[in-house]
């Protein structure tokens, strides 16, 4: 069975979350919550490095309306599950856990840099690196590196800025980046509804992200 990784977020305004995750429609008249990211074991690591930032386990009592509805509705209910029956609050708890967004996120990516690598690299490769084809360059050169070369040689490279496809640094890069247009796109659209420090924006520190493993 294969294990889904997803990714929520949630805002806190004046004491009281609100969930940033999208809302779209799934039928006629159905709205349904939406995952801002997922992946499946290509986010094995990451998953498992961010629980060093747990704040806690599980469903947390505050949680947002918005994004409550993802889960199922009774906790203490109970479902079959190996090697026995469980309810759905302890099977939550097995399985998700939530974080601060600035502390264990936000604060991976540095400031105006998008790409982790950048250098020279082989131009018969990179055609192939940006359709998928390939997912690493063979070698790539630094500037010392490539100053070196003859006139001839360097003919065969071109500078490159690039991240490992769904490496860790990508995820964190896309996490903070989805996360942050949604928190601009909530407060812009909610603030006169609620009002209040969110006429000032949504800080970092004030998001909550919510991982999920489920299967």
Not at 113 to 119: M, V
Not at 200 to 205: E, F, K, R, T, Y
């Given at each position: 069975m294969?294990?889904?990784?997803s990714v929520y977020a949630e805002a806190n305004v004046d004491g009281k979350w609100y969930s940033l995750s999208p809302h779209f429609k799934t039928g006629k008249d159905d709205l349904k919550t939406h995952s801002i990211f997922w992946l499946q074991s290509l986010f094995y690591e990451v998953y498992n490095?961010?629980?060093d930032y747990a704040l806690g386990y599980g469903i947390p009592d505050d949680m947002s309306l918005g994004l409550r509805e993802v889960f199922h509705e009774k906790l203490d209910e109970e479902i079959e599950y190996w090697p026995g029956k469980l309810t759905w609050g302890d099977y939550y708890r097995q399985n998700i856990y939530y974080i601060n967004f600035e502390r264990?996120?936000?604060s991976k990516v540095k400031k105006d840099?998008?790409?982790?690598?950048?250098?020279y690299v082989q131009k018969k490769e990179l055609a192939s690196f940006e359709i998928d084809e390939i997912d690493e360059f063979s070698e790539w050169l630094t500037q010392k590196e490539y100053d070196a070369l003859t006139p001839k040689e360097k003919r065969q490279y071109q500078y490159y800025r690039w991240n490992?496809?769904?490496?860790?640094?990508?995820?964190?890069?896309?996490?903070?980046?989805?996360?942050?247009?949604?928190?601009?796109?909530?407060a812009v659209v909610c603030e006169s509804d609620i009002g209040g420090s969110i006429y000032?924006?949504?800080?970092?520190?004030n998001i909550r992200v919510v991982r999920a493993q489920l299967n």
């Open positions: 294969s294990v889904y990784y490095d961010l629980k264990a996120i936000a840099k998008p790409y982790k690598y950048e250098g490992d496809p769904y490496g860790e640094y990508w995820i964190y890069q896309t996490l903070t980046e989805r996360i942050r247009t949604l928190a601009v796109l909530f000032n924006g949504i800080s970092d520190s």
